[in-house]
């Protein structure tokens, strides 16, 4: 009886084969840097000296990219006063985070602070042609980050600066839908000061 019914199916259906899987939709790029207006990072020093606060207070909408702005204040321990620390101009796309102006230092070409689509141990530089870096950037990861605000699975870059003959390390780990959720500093002398986030409050989309 099994045979009987396996003939008359291959009979009524000539031809036939197994329906494709419908196609899956292409996974979005990771958001490592919400740039919208308002949006704010609070970042608390491990020593407890202080806090940094980090504000976008404007966006410029361009094609594939956005050009915005972000003021940078400091807290002292113990005082509600906010001193401005810098103000910085960045464009962020599909090809990675730009450094364009730091307070009144303009970056041509612009700095790329964090490349993308990201790769796993990623180089890049600022070196113009005929000239040697003085600024070198290697991403790592994504590897999981543990906070007191949340776990994060975080890009870390690392930049590593060269000033005369001496040598400066920064490290930036960057999480989808959240931005920079950690930062360690090396000045010129073996010190390191380190930045952990607080809190991050996003900002508003600008409608088109």
Not at 178 to 195: D, E, L
Request: glycine fraction near 8%.
């Amino acid at each position: 009886m099994r045979f009987f019914t396996l003939g008359l199916i291959l009979t009524l259906t000539p031809g036939t084969s197994p329906a494709a899987p419908p196609a899956k939709e292409k996974a979005k790029d990771p958001v490592y840097f919400p740039a919208d207006v308002g949006a704010e990072w609070v970042y608390e020093s491990e020593d407890g000296e202080g806090l940094e606060i980090h504000k976008v207070t404007f966006v410029e909408e361009k094609k594939d990219a956005k050009v915005f702005t972000v003021v940078e204040r400091t807290q002292a321990k113990g005082s509600d006063r906010k001193r401005i620390r810098t103000t910085k101009k960045y464009k962020v796309s599909g090809t990675g985070l730009f450094l364009l102006a730091d307070g009144g230092t303009k970056y041509d070409p612009p700095e790329c602070q964090l490349k993308l689509p990201h790769v796993d141990s990623g180089k890049w530089d600022n070196a113009k042609p005929g000239l040697l870096p003085s600024v070198i950037f290697e991403a790592f990861g994504p590897s999981r980050i543990k906070l007191s605000v949340g776990k994060y699975d975080a890009v870390c870059v690392e930049k590593t600066m060269y000033m005369n003959n001496l040598v400066a390390h920064e490290y930036y780990w960057f999480a989808p839908d959240v931005g920079i959720v950690k930062i360690s500093r090396q000045f010129i002398t073996p010190q390191w000061k380190t930045w952990v986030l607080k809190s991050f409050t996003p900002g508003k989309t600008v409608k088109k």
